[in-house]
């Protein structure tokens, strides 16, 4: 089984909608984390939580909010979706030891018409 | 502010020659390289990394190498195999309010001619 699930794989919303990414993960890291993939721009943070009562913004959080449920989960909400929030969105998590490697789930393909 | 660059957006290499991509950086604070290997329909996954106190490490096929001076690394690998199609991330990471603050390149994506 996957260390880091993502759910849903792939969404198709439209404009304004509301929607919920969630990540969970069996790793047992309390480090979680939100990139988004565009292509040229490479991965680009948009939030991270060390713990639970730990969220902290990233370089790109305008029009994101994050919830950390539990050690475990980690769900990223797009309050109005737009267009230009379509990309591929990635969890990833971390120990915090040495140079701290990420472990990232398989992504999310969210289109927003 | 791009602080890591990777300038080769696609690279192309016969199966069994040797695979060269290159990443250069702006931020001297940067402490810890990483390359992060990605297939398609997946998340990256990690390589290999090298402390910015070495000039070179090794693992298998795959060695990366800094110069600090022209802060600039590269990732070789030897010999390239069709499996190692794949977007390569290069990453580097540097302390910030406790933790280590990863910036990630845009990737080069590397087809492996069988």
Known sequence: DAD?????RNRITKTGKRIMLECSQTKGH????WYRQDPGLGLRLIYYSFDVKDINKGEISDGYSVSRQAQAKFSLSL???IPNQTALYFC????GQ???EQFFGPGTRLTVL | DQQV???SPSLSVQEGRISILNCDYTNSMFDYFLWYKKYPAEGPTFLISI???K???EDGRFTVFLNKSAKHLSLHIVPSQPGDSAVYFCAASAPAGGYQKVTFGTGTKLQVIP
């Open chain 1, 4 to 8: 880091v699930t993502q759910t849903p």
């Open chain 1, 30 to 33: 309390d480090r979680m984390y």
């Open chain 1, 79 to 81: 309050e109005s979706a």
């Open chain 1, 92 to 95: 990833a998590t971390s120990d």
């Open chain 1, 98 to 100: 040495g140079w701290d």
């Open chain 2, 5 to 7: 660059k990777q300038n």
């Open chain 2, 51 to 53: 402390s910015s106190i």
């Open chain 2, 55 to 57: 000039d070179k490490n």
